[in-house]
C-alpha cells in the first residue's frame, strides 16, 4: 500500500475544511439522497460524501457502509483523489500498486473499483470527494465521469449553502 502525498496546500485545504463547521455533525437528508442516487445511478453497493481531514476521512454521507463513519486518511482512497487534484477512478484496486494490500481492499468491504469526484470549494480548496464503490472491478468512461461530476456539484452547492447559513 502506498499513502497518499500531501497536497502542496495542505494548511489552506484542511482550514477551508474547517470553515465548513461541518465535521461530526449529524447525517443530513440532501447529502444522503445524493449518495443514494449516486449509487443506484452507478450501481453500487457504495456512495459516499468524503471529507479528508488531517487524519481521517469523515463520512457526511454513506450509502452502503452506515456502520463506519470514518476511516484513517492513511488507508483513504479519498486520501489519493485530494492529493493528485483530480477525479481518481481505479478500475481494480488489486491490480493498483497504491491500493493492493489496502486493509479495505483485502478485508472488509472488499473495494474492487473506485471513483472518487472532488469536493472543490468556489474558492478553490479540495475538501473531500463524492466518491462510488464497488467489489467488482469496473470500467469508467467520459460519460460516467460527467454523471459523477454532476453529482459531485450538487454536493458542493450543498455544503457552500451550509456554509453560507454558519456564517
Avoid at 465535521?23 to 445511478?41: H, K, M, V, Y
Wanted: hydrophobic letters at 45%; a negative charge.
Amino acid at each position: 500500500m502506498i499513502k497518499a502525498p500531501l497536497p502542496h496546500n495542505e494548511a489552506k485545504r484542511l482550514k477551508a475544511l474547517r470553515d465548513l463547521v461541518i465535521l461530526d455533525t449529524p447525517p443530513e437528508a440532501r447529502f444522503d439522497r445524493i449518495s443514494s442516487f449516486a449509487a443506484r445511478e452507478f450501481n453500487v453497493p457504495i456512495a459516499l460524501v468524503s471529507l479528508v481531514d488531517q487524519d481521517r476521512q469523515w463520512f457526511k454521507s454513506s450509502f452502503g457502509m452506515e456502520d463506519m463513519q470514518e476511516t484513517p486518511r492513511d488507508i483513504s482512497f479519498c486520501g489519493h483523489a485530494v492529493a493528485m487534484a483530480r477525479t481518481l477512478v481505479v478500475p481494480d484496486a488489486l491490480k493498483d500498486p497504491r491500493f493492493a494490500d489496502n486493509p479495505m481492499v483485502v478485508g472488509q468491504p472488499y473495494i474492487r473499483f473506485y471513483a472518487g469526484a472532488l469536493l472543490r470549494l468556489p474558492y478553490g480548496q479540495v475538501v473531500g470527494t463524492l466518491c462510488i464503490m464497488d467489489r467488482r472491478p469496473r470500467d469508467f468512461d467520459r460519460l460516467d465521469e460527467a454523471i459523477l461530476g454532476g453529482l459531485r456539484d450538487l454536493v458542493v452547492e450543498e455544503l457552500f449553502r451550509r456554509e453560507e447559513a454558519v456564517s
